[in-house]
């Protein structure tokens, strides 16, 4: 069955839109930054190693060539038919990193390596360093530029060797970047400590307590606003309790003059003669009572709002429930109240006495006024401190079962009333850090009205 149900508590809940978290938007940027620093510290080691190894092997190269040449100068000179290419056969099967070939001035060649391909050479006779695709030459001229040598370095060796310079020192980025995320995700947290439990003081005020919220510890950026928000605390305080003040004094002036002006009417209404007169004195009279009404309601609810709702000792509020029910009960009402508490219960809270009569009142109060029948009013209370007071009537709308808790709001105006109740028990409520819902229909039925409000236990 759908239940209309309206919730308030002391804990207002944030619907605003995501905020971006400043520890996660830290911890990334400082992650993602000393990442970017060691990638870019790599690439500098790795083209500066190249650089030194390029011109190690450049040099070896050369060293290579220069020695080979006056050995393969002999080789060619002693040979029986010098023109006659001849390929090094070599002693053991093994992979030849350097090769050579050896060239005559119209480019025939004389010697060379066992694996080496003419194509691979270059097709001009060069003397010095230079590069193809694949290879490194170096060339070098012998006997007034009849022989020319020229020895290659396949280009993947030191393309390879750059490779793993690179990977040895992208591999640790991982571990670092690993824990990188997680030392800085602990050491801002642990940074931030300060500013999570100034979000929790400031939680904890509400209209009755807008004491200033000590800044002990905050970071410097943070103390400004800090600043500016307990002098904001202390000028809703300076207003409130001006508005609260007026409230009661306002309420307690008119206290007076409308007994007075009561007194004075129903006097009036005893020495006329005619029943027409004697109605209209009855009807000033009604208006003055609800008056006198509205005014005692004023001052509850700047008591309620203001003052302090809880007392130093705790005391039993099954009793107190008990007498206060006891005190309302009027043999010749026709609406009984049906007090169930469970059997040798106690229930010690440090509400005020007084708070708790006021909440209890208003809620029997308005029980009675808005039922529509004449079955009896429920009124629980359990061992866990949960209150339930259930009465008879229509099923009351849930947007406006929302509202009801607010000041002046009603919705039943066929009985007199300055929608004052409820809103009386919500300050009381807030004020005493207890919770409230408001239901209808009541639980378990298919109408009717119910409230819970759940006291927190006192520890004692
Ligand atoms: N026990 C109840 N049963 C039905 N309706 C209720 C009950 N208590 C409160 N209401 C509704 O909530 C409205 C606000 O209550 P309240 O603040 O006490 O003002 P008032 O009783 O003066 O109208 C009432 O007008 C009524 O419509
Ligand atoms: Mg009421």
């Known amino acids: ?74 080789e060619i000179i002693n040979r029986d038919t010098p023109s006659v290419a001849q390929h090094i056969v070599s002693f053991n ?97 642990f940074s931030l400590r300060h500013l999570r439990h100034y979000h929790n003081e400031i939680e904890q005020r509400n209209s009755h307590d807008l004491t200033p919220v000590n800044l002990q510890g905050l970071p410097a950026e943070v103390v400004i606003i800090g600043e500016s928000v307990n002098r904001l605390l202390l000028r809703l305080q300076q207003a409130l309790e001006a508005e609260r003040s007026f409230t009661a004094n306002s309420a307690h002036e008119l206290r007076t003059p409308i007994a007075t002006v009561l007194a004075q009417t129903q006097r009036l209404q005893q020495s006329l003669i005619t029943e ?85 009142r208003n809620l029997i109060d308005n029980a009675h006024k808005h039922s529509d029948s004449l079955a009896p009013i429920s009124v629980y209370l359990s061992a866990e401190g949960v209150l339930r007071v259930v009465n008879a009537g229509p099923i009351v709308a849930a947007a406006t079962l929302q509202q009801l808790h607010k000041r002046f709001v009603r919705s039943n105006w066929q009985v007199q009333g300055a929608g004052l109740g409820l809103a009386i028990v919500g300050a009381i409520v807030q004020g005493i850090n207890a919770s409230m819902v408001l239901n209808s229909p009541a639980t378990g039925q298919t109408d009717g009205f119910e409230v819970i409000i759940k006291f927190a236990p006192t520890l004692l």
Request: net charge positive.
């Open 93 to 189: 099967q093994h992979e030849e990193r350097l090769i050579y070939l050896v060239r005559n001035k119209a480019g025939e060649v004389l010697l060379q390596s066992h694996t080496a391909a003419p194509n691979m050479f270059n097709n001009t006779l060069i003397s010095g360093f230079s590069s193809s695709s694949t290879h490194r030459f170096y060339g070098a001229f012998a006997l007034q530029g009849t022989v020319h040598i020229e020895v290659a370095e396949p280009l993947s060796q030191r393309l390879e060797a750059i490779r793993s310079i690179a990977l040895m020192l992208l591999w640790p980025l991982l571990i670092f970047i690993f824990l990188a995320f997680i030392c800085s995700w602990l050491f801002i947290r």
């Open 276 to 360: 027409k007169s004697k109605a209209q004195a009855q009807k000033i009279a009604m208006s003055l009572r609800h008056l006198a009404h509205i005014s005692e309601q004023l001052m509850q609810l700047a008591k309620a709002e203001g003052g302090s709702l809880l007392a130093a000792t705790p005391h039993d509020l099954m009793a107190l429930l008990r007498f206060i029910v006891t005190s309302m009960q009027h043999p010749s009402s026709p609406i009984k109240i049906n007090l169930q508490l469970p059997a040798n219960a106690v229930f010690m809270s440090t509400i005020d006495q007084d708070a708790f009569a006021i909440l209890i």
């Open 1 to 74: 069955m759908y239940r209309n149900r309206s919730r308030f508590g002391v804990s207002v809940k944030n619907m605003t839109t995501k905020h971006r978290s400043l520890q996660k938007t830290l911890v990334v940027g400082l992650t993602a930054g000393l990442a970017l620093l060691w990638c870019m510290a790599t690439l500098g080691t790795v083209s500066i190693a190249q650089h030194r190894l390029n011109q190690l092997l450049d040099s070896a190269l050369a060293e290579t060539a220069q020695r080979l040449l006056p050995l393969a100068v002999v």
